[in-house]
């Protein structure tokens, strides 16, 4: 029974071990427990030798998660649950796992993240791990996450999960009507604000409901720190569509 | 009624008269094999049996070429299994439950024929027929359906072509098979009651007028089943719908058609036995219920103006002979909808559309050709064109009413952007607003038809007109209620293909079609509420008509022979009210109510001389007055006719309007007006109250189904539908007996408290509240509906946005409005006069005892 080493990210922060495989552990996540979870989950395959090198897991984890005594697996081992994202090595994340209200599961794989072919904002992040405003920034998110990990910057987190939230816009300014935010004159007043006071960011909401969240993925999901980012693109439409029917049928709803 | 009594020719008229009319009446059977002869059907006559069978035998070639389709995969004909098994499961209890109903009636309306005598001794038989081929069109149009679904996906696979052809001849099994079913249901109880039941069972032959109301009373069969039909299958499909979506979709955030909701199946179930089953049973009993009445009136309006046997016969046949023209172009029409590959949802929609436009232009040269043809005025041609005119118009304000192209669903779907508050109010508005088209597209469809008829001049004809209009209405029945059909039919296979998890190319194809398929179901219910509302005004003429022979048959129930060499006795009838009258001719045979009848001529009102007419066979009338001595005064002449008794056969409406003194001074009218809008309020409420308490029961098993069976969820254990469509069932079942017997019970008690002015106000009530009601809810509903699928097509923040989830909860309130309470409505209309007609004889007998009794009057 192999165990594994899940990091979740969203909507807690956690560090778990289980006898449950990606798909089988988000689908627990999201429905298979009483615990009500509420909207959606998301969560690292985490290498557990690469891990070792910044937490005592050396040998630890198949101890700390035996199986039920009947033999059965265990679906959660709790290890940690305060600062993971900014313990674990950047290379220890795997594959991002994006969790529906009704447990469907789709893997992004990390890829390659061309910086130089990044153009100016406007951008909508949105901050997913450790805290979790919604910001508007021009950088790019190579700068926003040097930005936002700078420990110059009197508001700095040691490392940051976001992702790249949609701002498409009509010709007259407004926002999209396709998009599902709440407040999305206050979203054009922050860019007009940004834009002129040329601030780096501005936060829109702090804790925003992320409603109809998965819809509003641009690019994907970024991890950085000061070293770099760690990109997991959002397959397009026509992949959604095609590949990923049920999981975006799923993730449309809520 | 009377004006046949008298075949044999008189030399003379006055008092010889008299005193031969004992030989002349006993000469009647002697001749019998004479009237057989007379009673040949021109041979243009069976061109209406003829259209049924080839409705029927194209009904059956469309289903054996679906049968033969590709039922695709073993997933797709699992799931299609599934939703067949539980409709199946739900038609079972629904016909043993309507069983028990008919039976019950059957034994009231048998009571009512042979022991007290009130009506004809065929209605039973008659009500019998109407409930069985009503159900039995309900039936084959949702089997049909059923094995459509999984074929559609499997054609949509191949091409969007190919998916809309199978979806759209399912679609038109249902619809040839309600219109052949009714025409050969109605032409051959014609051809039964004119030319077999008395050679089969001895007596006279029946006289047209009697004919085309014991045939009238089969809509009160079909009435029943189609209510029970709708209200039952309108409550099964929200149940499963709102049980579906609030645990589903709002609780686990799970996605429509997804396999892992239990009531995913009932839910699809629901769409057949609710917008197939519920509505091939309510468009079989307009389409019916518009020729009968238009037929009866027709013989009416010839009676009364004492027309020749050729003319009255053209006029009774007319109706039938344009329902047979309609179904010819019908078959054409269906045959002309197919489209191209890439279709968008405007070439899909002209596709439809291209059928119902050339069929609707064809029947009006069919039209034209068959009122030359049976040297009818050119009026009945305008009124024809009227009525097919009125459907596109109705048809068009529903679409405009409810498709979120225009403003009325986009003002609901802005709305929604402030919450589910505002959506409910805006949806509210909206759907009372819409009522304007249909309302007064019917207000002017009815004066039109009437006025083109002369109907000012001659208030029958005019009626007439309006019948006619209606039947032009419905003449392409068999095409509309095929676009009607499809609309589910396209909904299962695109859930069908949804869980099937077949390609994105065929989901995008079904998605197609189950679009399309909102619209022209929305544009069907509009269709069925106008075409109902413009069928009401002729049944409440037929009612009158009805209540004609009530009287009539009361008359002749106290049949007194006269004493050798007596001419005739007169006598008061209707215990002390000294209003209506019966003159009793020789020769009936006793204890023979049909003989009797034969022989015995009624009349009303007054306290002077009594004028009855008699017609001989060659058409010829004599007028004599009588005086309450049973003397013969003198010959009338035809304007003496309104004199101050009238022979109930000679009488107009109006005059039936001052015996009962229908005015809206009197309190009777009124408090029937009251109830009769009333009885509206109460059938919407207990329906919809209906759904919400068994959706209750079905949120309660799914959730159970949820906890108790967490693999669910996870994909690793398989829900029971069986037990989400037993409980939808049950419920349905449960709930749908006490709406429907409201509806039955209410015009008898009404009637019998309050008479026939009671009733007329009664039905009057009902069909302006009913009629305005029906359209509100069903355009409320379907701009609710739309105006979500508007956001969820990416407008306002598109799907899982606040304005989505507010729109959802205006989805939810209007789900009852639009599939349940508002459909229903048009067969609550519909019945009630149905019922009323039914039970005429009934309250013409008693209802002036109660009412004196009450100190109510008469």
């Keep these: 029974m192999k165990t594994h080493l899940y990091f979740v990210c969203f909507q807690t922060e956690a560090l778990v071990a289980s006898h449950l495989d990606p798909d089988a552990f988000g689908a627990y996540m999201a429905v298979g427990t009483r615990k009500h979870t509420s909207g959606n989950v998301m969560f690292f395959e985490v290498d557990p030798i690469a891990a070792a090198k910044t937490l005592p897991l050396a040998g630890e984890l198949e101890k700390r998660c035996p199986p039920h005594p009947d033999g059965g697996p265990r679906h959660s081992k709790y290890l940690g649950i305060y600062r993971v994202l900014e313990s674990l090595p950047m290379e220890a994340l795997g594959k991002l796992y994006l969790v529906t209200r009704d447990g469907r599961v789709l893997g992004l794989d990390a890829k390659p993240y061309d910086a130089a ?10 901050e997913l791990c450790p805290v979790t405003p919604r910001v508007v920034s021009f950088l790019p998110p190579t700068r926003f996450a040097k930005f936002i990990t700078d420990p110059a910057n009197l508001v700095n987190v040691p490392r940051i999960l976001f992702a790249d939230s949609l701002l498409d816009r009509e010709s007259d300014g407004r926002l999209a009507g396709y998009l599902p935010y709440l407040n999305p004159e206050h979203i054009v007043d922050c860019i007009n604000e940004v834009a002129v006071a040329e601030k780096s960011a501005k936060t829109v909401e702090r804790n925003p409901k992320l409603i109809a969240f998965y819809r509003t993925i641009r690019r994907g999901f970024f991890v950085g720190d000061q070293t770099g980012v760690k990109f997991y693109p959002f397959p397009s439409q026509d ?10 049928r799923s993730a449309s709803l809520d | 009624m009377m004006r046949s009594r008298v075949r044999s020719r008189s030399k003379q008229i006055g008092f010889p008269l008299l005193a031969g009319l004992c030989m002349q009446m006993a000469a009647v059977s002697a001749s019998a094999s004479e009237l057989d002869a007379m009673r040949m059907l021109p041979a243009w006559w069976w061109a209406a049996p003829a259209a049924g069978v080839l409705a029927l035998v194209m009904a059956f070639w469309f289903f054996r070429s679906i049968a033969a389709a590709n039922p695709g995969n073993a997933r797709m004909q699992e799931i299609a299994g599934y939703v067949r098994e539980g409709a199946y499961a739900y038609l079972r209890r629904q016909y043993k439950v309507v069983g028990l109903v008919f039976l019950g009636l059957m034994a009231l309306l048998t009571y009512m024929a042979f022991v007290l005598g009130v009506q004809h001794r065929l209605v039973p038989f008659a009500f019998l027929t109407g409930g069985l081929f009503s159900g039995l069109a309900g039936f084959i149009g949702m089997k049909t359906a059923t094995m459509a679904s999984s074929r559609t996906a499997q054609g949509a696979s191949e091409s969007l ?9 399912a679609g038109a099994v249902m619809g040839l098979t309600v219109v052949g079913l009714a025409l050969i249901d109605i032409t051959a109880w014609f051809v039964y009651l004119y030319k077999f039941h008395h050679a089969l069972f001895g007596g006279h032959p029946m006289n047209l007028e009697t004919i085309t109301v014991v045939m009238l009373c089969f809509g009160m069969g079909a009435s029943t089943q189609a209510l029970f039909a709708r209200v039952g299958g309108g409550i099964y499909t929200k149940a499963a719908d709102v049980g579906a979506d609030l645990v589903g979709k709002v609780e686990a955030g799970i996605p429509e058609d997804d396999p892992r909701n239990p009531a995913t199946i009932a839910d699809n179930v629901g769409d057949n036995v609710g917008d197939v089953a519920g509505m091939g049973a309510d468009l079989y009993e307009s389409y019916a219920g518009s020729i ?10 010839a009676t009364v103006a004492g027309w020749d046997a050729a003319r009255t016969f053209s006029y009774l046949a007319a109706p039938m002979l344009l329902a047979a023209i309609g179904i010819v172009l019908s ?19 002209g596709a439809l559309n291209r059928g119902i436009y050339v069929s609707s232009v064809l029947i009006l040269v069919g039209a034209w050709f068959l009122v030359k043809f049976l040297a009818m005025p050119i009026g009945v041609f305008w009124a024809i064109t009227i009525g097919v005119v009125l459907g596109i118009v109705i048809g068009k304000g529903t679409e405009w009413a409810t498709a979120s192209d225009y403003k009325p669903t986009r003002f609901i779907a802005d709305q929604a952007a402030t919450g589910p508050a505002t959506v409910i109010i805006a949806g509210i508005a909206e759907g009372m607003m819409s009522t304007w088209i249909p309302v007064l597209a019917v207000c002017v469809g009815t004066l039109l038809s009437f006025a083109v008829m002369e109907g000012f001049q001659d208030l029958l004809s005019g009626l007439y007109g309006v019948g006619i209009a209606a039947v032009g209405m419905l003449s392409t029945l068999g095409l509309t209620l095929a676009t009607d059909a499809y609309g589910p039919i396209a909904d299962n296979a695109g859930g069908n293909a949804e869980m099937s998890e077949l390609p994105k190319e065929v989901r995008r194809r079904t998605d197609a079609l189950d679009s399309l398929g909102n619209t022209t179901a929305a544009i069907g219910k509009g269709f069925a509420i ?7 005004l002729a049944l409440l003429a037929s009612y009158i008509e009805e209540v004609r022979i009530g009287l009539h048959r009361e008359a002749a129930m106290e049949y007194v022979a006269p004493a050798a060499g007596q001419p005739f006795v007169l006598k008061s009838i209707g215990a002390d009210y000294n209003k209506k009258w019966a003159i009793f001719l020789p020769g009936a045979k006793p204890n023979k109510l049909e003989d009797q009848m034969f022989h015995t001529l009624s009349a009303f009102e007054g306290t002077g001389p009594t004028a009855v007419v008699l017609r001989d066979e060659n058409g010829v009338e004599h007028s004599l007055i009588i005086n309450e001595t049973g003397e013969l005064v003198k010959n009338a002449e035809a304007t003496d006719i309104h004199g101050n008794r009238l022979a109930a056969n000679k009488a107009s409406l109006k005059d039936f309007m001052t015996l009962y003194d229908v005015s809206l001074m009197n309190p009777k009218v009124l408090v029937g007006v009251f109830v009769g809008v009333l009885a509206v309020f109460v059938f919407s409420a207990m329906t919809m109250k209906a759904v919400g308490r068994a959706a209750f029961s079905m949120v309660q098993e799914v959730r159970r189904q949820f906890r108790e069976k967490p693999g669910i969820m996870e994909g690793t254990e398989r829900p029971d539908y069986a037990r989400c469509v037993a409980i939808s069932t049950a419920g349905a079942q449960r709930e749908m007996l006490l709406p429907s017997l409201l509806a039955i019970a209410l015009p008898v008690a009404t009637g019998l408290v309050l008479n026939v002015s009671g009733i007329l106000g009664l039905l009057v009530g009902g069909l302006c509240a009913g009629f305005s009601v029906a359209v509100f809810m069903a355009n409320a509903g379907g701009a609710w509906d739309n105006a ?19 729109a959802v909860v205006g989805d939810t309130v209007g789900d009852p409005f639009k599939d349940t309470s508002g459909p229903s409505l048009n067969i609550l209309i519909k019945l009630m006069t149905m019922v009323s007609i039914v039970f005429a004889g009934l309250i013409v007998k008693y209802a002036p005892a109660i009412g004196n009794w009450l100190n109510l009057g008469q």
């Excluded at chain 2, 072509?161 to 001849?169: K, P, S, W, Y």
């Design chain 1, 239 to 248: 992949e959604l569509d095609e590949k990923y029917h049920i999981w975006w």
């Design chain 2, 161 to 169: 072509n190919r998916g809309l052809t199978i979806a759209f001849r």
């Design chain 2, 331 to 349: 078959i054409f029409g269906i045959f002309l909808v197919r489209t191209r590959e890439n279709a968008t949802m405007k070439t899909l929609l």
């Design chain 1, 117 to 126: 072919k990044e153009m100016r904002g406007p951008n909508l992040y949105t």
């Design chain 2, 530 to 536: 106008g075409s109902a509302a413009l069928t009401a």
């Design chain 2, 292 to 301: 009968l009445a238009t037929a009866a009136l027709g013989v009416a309006a």
């Design chain 2, 788 to 806: 979500k699928k508007y956001i969820e097509a990416g407008h306002l923040g598109g799907k899982g946005s606040m304005a989505h989830k507010a």
